[in-house]
């Protein structure tokens, strides 16, 4: 994510005219008033680029291979910085108390050995597999799995704003496709005055119809965003666990507006730790705090709508089980996936362990994929929006027929 000084203009105009170019042409949308058990669903997509170290996130202190392979950066449950214990095997870093804390109260899941279908080695690639939902890279990159899942629910009351949210300076492939949605990014540029606003909307109501329904639209989530409480500026710079925050707290304050968005999807930069990815502290340690961070300003902000509001964390691979010469790690395969939120079943760890003895790495090198991260994904979608199996297999992971969704995730 590009950083950003504040979001002190809780949404951007010119953003949200960008990024919502098709606005006009969306005149029924899902409200999901009637979603799954009658809740009114929230989910969020966010995504680690550049490979997070699952070995790490969540250490498997159980496996006595671990130790061997990790030497100086490998995690403890004693010491002066402890690993958070989860289930006498698996330890969360200990960079993550409130991760911890949502998993003890039944909140927080751990998915472990998990991966998608993509099997080398390359950010783009990967990230593009991730986003699009499609088995191969060469597949069509037009749209993402999470825009075609706002195509398939079931159309529901006419409300006023598209129910998907990309936050970011550009909407990330896993929003792209026809379903609209809305981009947010916390500015820079300083505020324009509603008098000038309402006068531009003036002017393309007569020149230029289409731009002039989408700035109307975005002048709506202004309104929304403001109501809820994100017209002040927040003047505070602090680098990686900071702009994680300020992004998590503006997303979720437009995610629990009554007539906001309902599935929203996020992106923190920086996970690649080719070196000096350090242990209990360093570089990763900082990173994975911002990420607790983040996800503490969602529980926060979302404290109305938290019990129907599920957060998937993901990245494109895994890393190396075996750190390298420049105390690092390199590209990997099957790392951790989260889901955190108040509909989650947690307080467990979901792995079909397979080991970390030479002989059970996959190709020698990296944790092997045991689970499929679209098995996860359509477990949500089947759990929290109703959503067919065939319409997964079929529509939003297209191919994926073999793939079952992972059932009782869902709280």
Same mark, same amino acid.
């Given at each position: 994510m590009v950083p950003h000084d504040h979001f002190s203009?809780?949404?951007? /105009?010119?953003?949200l005219i960008a990024a919502s170019g098709g606005l006009f042409a969306w005149s029924f949308i899902p409200r999901f008033a009637h979603a799954a058990q009658g809740r009114d669903p929230r989910f969020i997509t966010i995504i680690l680029r550049g490979a997070m170290d699952g070995l790490s996130a969540v250490a498997p202190v159980?496996?006595?291979?671990y130790v061997v392979l990790r030497d100086s950066i490998a995690l403890s449950v004693t010491g002066d910085k402890p690993a958070l214990p989860l289930d006498g095997f698996f330890a969360l870093h200990p960079a993550m108390p409130q991760l911890a804390r949502l998993y003890q109260a039944g909140q927080a899941l751990v998915v472990h050995a998990v991966a998608t279908p993509y099997r080398d080695r390359s950010h783009f690639d990967g990230q593009d597999c991730l986003e699009s939902g499609y088995e191969t890279v060469a597949a069509n990159l037009d749209s993402g799995w999470l825009n /075609?899942?706002?195509?398939?629910?079931?159309?529901?009351?006419r409300v006023a704003l598209p129910s998907g949210l990309g936050v970011g300076s550009i909407t990330p492939l896993i929003l792209r496709g026809p379903a609209p949605v809305l981009g947010w990014a916390p500015p820079s540029l300083p505020k324009a005055s509603d008098d000038f606003a309402a006068r531009?909307?003036?002017?393309?109501?007569?020149?230029? /119809?289409?731009l002039y329904d989408a700035l109307t639209e975005g002048l709506k989530i202004d309104a929304i965003a403001a109501k809820a409480g994100m017209g002040d500026a927040l003047k505070a710079r602090g680098g990686e666990i900071e702009q994680m925050k300020i992004a998590a707290t503006g997303a979720a304050r437009l995610l629990a507006t009554e007539d906001g968005p309902r599935i929203a999807s996020l992106s923190f930069n920086g996970w690649d730790t080719h070196a000096n990815e350090g242990g209990a502290t360093g570089r990763l340690a900082q990173l994975l705090g911002g990420l607790d961070a983040a996800v503490l300003a969602f529980e926060q902000a979302m404290k109305p709508v938290w019990k129907d509001t599920t957060i998937l964390v993901v990245t494109e691979f895994g890393r190396t089980a075996k750190i390298n010469g420049t105390v690092g790690t390199d590209h990997g395969t099957a790392t951790v996936a989260f889901l955190i939120g108040g509909a989650v079943k947690g307080g467990r760890v979901i792995a079909d362990?397979?080991?970390?003895?030479?002989?059970?790495?996959?190709?020698? /090198?990296?944790l092997a994929p045991t689970t499929d991260l679209r098995a996860v994904v359509k477990g949500v979608l089947a759990d929290q929006w109703g959503l067919s199996a065939a319409v997964m297999a079929e529509r939003i992971f297209p191919g994926s027929a073999s793939v079952s969704p992972l059932r009782g995730l869902m709280a």
């Open positions: 203009r809780a949404v951007s /105009r010119r953003s159980g496996d006595p291979d /075609r899942t706002l195509q398939s629910l079931p159309k529901g009351e531009v909307a003036e002017l393309y109501a007569i020149r230029d /119809r289409p362990w397979p080991g970390l003895k030479p002989a059970n790495l996959f190709e020698g /090198r990296d």
